[in-house]
């Protein structure tokens, strides 16, 4: 076999190989495959106060508390200072967020869980309803809040997670919240 019998050999092989290789990715090629993309996300705590879905960012979140966590009323506190609690040898508030958002303060003893906060330089317990899950939600889905949302609660909205047609729940900001109770608000 000559040299130039020998590269023309070598070139169809080639050619075959190249062939062979386009038709396996033609063959396993699907139009619904998933491609997994590491996009940003953010862990949020989902809870309702008033009936209402919220959420806060798990980075504030420090410590889920239970509802039977003993919470003290001292007399002369704002309206939305619920009372102290002892944690550890240290002593939290606990606040209600129904002022500050416009909800109804419900009638009786405070109960539902209380999520220990901390923003704005302090940190609180925050009492809620009922604590719904807390999850991993891709950055892309939290859209900015509208416009059309109530003025008494746009202030305290970062961002709006529309889960499906009929659903959807506001991502409060810890620090706008806490520097407003800080100013006394609510």
Request: net charge negative; with cysteine.
């Amino acid at each position: 076999m000559n040299s130039e019998t020998s590269r023309d050999s070598h070139a169809n092989d080639q050619q075959q190989i190249s062939q062979t290789l386009e038709e396996a990715l033609a063959a396993h090629h699907d139009d619904e495959s998933v491609v997994d993309v590491d996009e940003p996300t953010q862990q949020l705590v989902l809870f309702r106060i008033n009936g209402q879905r919220f959420a806060l960012p798990g980075s504030a979140v420090s410590e889920i508390l239970p509802s039977d966590q003993p919470v003290y009323y001292v007399p002369g506190l704002p309206a939305s200072t619920e009372g102290v609690l002892h944690l550890r040898g240290k002593i939290e508030s606990v606040i209600n967020l129904q002022p500050l958002l416009d909800l109804p303060t419900p009638e009786g003893t405070p109960s539902g869980m209380i999520l220990l906060v901390s923003a704005s330089g302090i940190r609180s317990g925050v009492r809620i309803e009922q604590l719904d899950d807390v999850c991993e939600v891709a950055q892309s889905l939290l859209q900015p809040p509208p416009e059309t949302l109530s003025s008494t609660l746009l202030p305290y909205v970062s961002a709006l997670w529309q889960i499906d047609e009929r659903q959807a729940l506001a991502l409060l900001d810890p620090e706008a919240l806490f520097s407003a109770y800080q100013q006394g608000l609510g």
